[in-house]
């Protein structure tokens, strides 16, 4: 009991003086049936465990417990002691098929991996994410880098096992690396429009801006996915650069206006009888149709004109507009 509360275990080896010597005849005992049932309950009722083997693993599997809620991982180099030599000969008796089952589900159970490299690397990932935002990291950026085309490769070769899989896709890592840019720009995309209420993004804006130009060139080309039209016109994202889309509602206007001058002209036109026949009302019907054809198609001929005259002269589409309906 001294022992215990001075070290915090009751594992004492039999080379350990008269009280190892004693410990081993309690389990020598015990195996045999022969302790008695009031020194058993003794000797348990202090922590005590029968099995001296076992009782070490699971002292060094409390160690890594407390290990990882405070670092927050299981990543235990080799050189870290008992610990780390420990850790070391659970990888190795696993890869030869030699660690137990329940030993095996303990580890598994407290998120422990048994090849430390890939380990570390899924770590360092993890912290990248954390950082940045995302997982795309190139092949020139070092061993981290490589590692991910590593991943990638065995995924589209079906050779990725799949607890790893699972623990990469939990993180938001995406295996097509071209597919996962895309991603990323249109969360962006979304994000900018809660912000700011449109999508009017120049190409000059940074690699956001660059990927817009490319969604509508694509979408010019008629190169761009399904998919991916589907889901940023679902956005209420527009394919028509700023200035085309202004030029068209400016356009809309001008129709509307021109509709509405045409309706003034042909009123001026039945008041002063111009178009106006007695002989025949189809005929009347027929040539107020074509004079109000005539009409809306000379204003909006016009209207366009000087749209196109205005903008090649540098003014604004506003001040075009403005002159466009004084005239």
């Given at each position: 009991?001294?022992?215990?509360?001075?070290?915090?275990?009751?594992?004492?080896t039999q080379r350990n003086g008269p009280l190892g010597g004693w410990i081993s005849k309690q389990r020598v005992l015990f195996r045999s049936k022969k302790l008695r049932a009031d020194r058993y309950?003794?000797?348990?009722?202090?922590?005590?465990?029968?099995?001296?083997?076992?009782?070490?693993?699971?002292?060094?599997?409390?160690?890594?417990?407390?290990?990882?809620?405070?670092?927050?991982?299981?990543?235990?180099?080799?050189?870290?002691?008992s610990l780390g030599r420990w850790i070391s000969m659970q990888r190795n008796l696993f890869r030869s098929k030699k660690l137990k089952k329940d030993r095996y589900e303990k580890l598994v159970g407290?998120?422990?991996?048994?090849?430390?490299?890939?380990?570390?690397?899924?770590?360092?990932?993890?912290?990248?994410?954390?950082?940045?935002?995302?997982?795309?990291?190139?092949?020139?950026?070092?061993?981290?880098?490589?590692?991910?085309?590593?991943?990638?490769?065995?995924?589209?070769?079906?050779?990725?096992?799949?607890?790893?899989?699972?623990?990469?896709?939990?993180?938001?890592?995406?295996?097509?690396?071209?597919?996962?840019?895309?991603?990323?720009?249109?969360?962006?995309?979304?994000?900018?429009?809660?912000?700011?209420?449109?999508?009017?993004?120049?190409?000059?804006?940074?690699?956001?801006?660059?990927?817009?130009?490319?969604?509508?060139?694509?979408?010019?080309?008629?190169?761009?996915?399904?998919?991916?039209?589907?889901?940023?016109?679902?956005?209420?994202?527009?394919?028509?650069?700023?200035?085309?889309?202004?030029?068209?509602?400016?356009?809309?206007?001008?129709?509307?206006?021109?509709?509405?001058?045409?309706?003034?002209?042909?009123?001026?036109?039945?008041?002063?009888?111009?178009?106006?026949?007695?002989?025949?009302?189809?005929?009347?019907?027929?040539?107020?149709?074509?004079?109000?054809?005539?009409?809306?198609?000379?204003?909006?001929?016009?209207?366009?004109?000087?749209?196109?005259?205005?903008?090649?002269?540098?003014?604004?589409?506003?001040?075009?507009?403005?002159?466009?309906?004084?005239?």
């Amino acid at each position: 009991m001294e022992y215990k509360e001075k070290n915090g275990h009751c594992d004492i080896t039999q080379r350990n003086g008269p009280l190892g010597g004693w410990i081993s005849k309690q389990r020598v005992l015990f195996r045999s049936k022969k302790l008695r049932a009031d020194r058993y309950e003794k000797l348990v009722g202090i922590g005590f465990t029968f099995v001296h083997v076992s009782n070490i693993w699971n002292r060094h599997f409390v160690e890594l417990v407390e290990y990882k809620d405070k670092n927050g991982h299981c990543n235990i180099p080799t050189t870290n002691g008992s610990l780390g030599r420990w850790i070391s000969m659970q990888r190795n008796l696993f890869r030869s098929k030699k660690l137990k089952k329940d030993r095996y589900e303990k580890l598994v159970g407290i998120g422990f991996t048994f090849e430390h490299k890939w380990d570390r690397h899924f770590t360092e990932l993890v912290e990248y994410k954390e950082k940045n935002g995302h997982c795309d990291i190139t092949t020139r950026s070092g061993s981290l880098g490589k590692w991910i085309s590593k991943q990638r490769e065995l995924f589209r070769s079906k050779k990725l096992k799949k607890y790893r899989y699972e623990k990469l896709v939990g993180i938001g890592f995406i295996f097509v690396h071209e597919s996962n840019i895309w991603n990323r720009h249109f969360v962006e995309l979304v994000e900018y429009k809660e912000k700011n209420g449109h999508y009017d993004i120049p190409r000059r804006n940074g690699s956001l801006g660059e990927w817009i130009s490319n969604q509508r060139v694509l979408f010019r080309s008629k190169k761009l996915k399904a998919d991916r039209y589907e889901k940023l016109v679902g956005i209420g994202f527009s394919f028509a650069p700023r200035k085309k889309r202004k030029m068209e509602d400016l356009g809309n206007d001008l129709a509307a206006i021109t509709h509405d001058e045409g309706e003034k002209s042909i009123d001026n036109i039945n008041a002063n009888g111009d178009v106006n026949d007695n002989d025949n009302d189809n005929d009347n019907d027929n040539d107020n149709r074509n004079a109000h054809e005539e009409v809306l198609e000379e204003h909006a001929v016009a209207a366009m004109e000087l749209v196109e005259e205005g903008i090649k002269e540098g003014h604004s589409l506003e001040e075009v507009a403005i002159k466009t309906v004084q005239l």
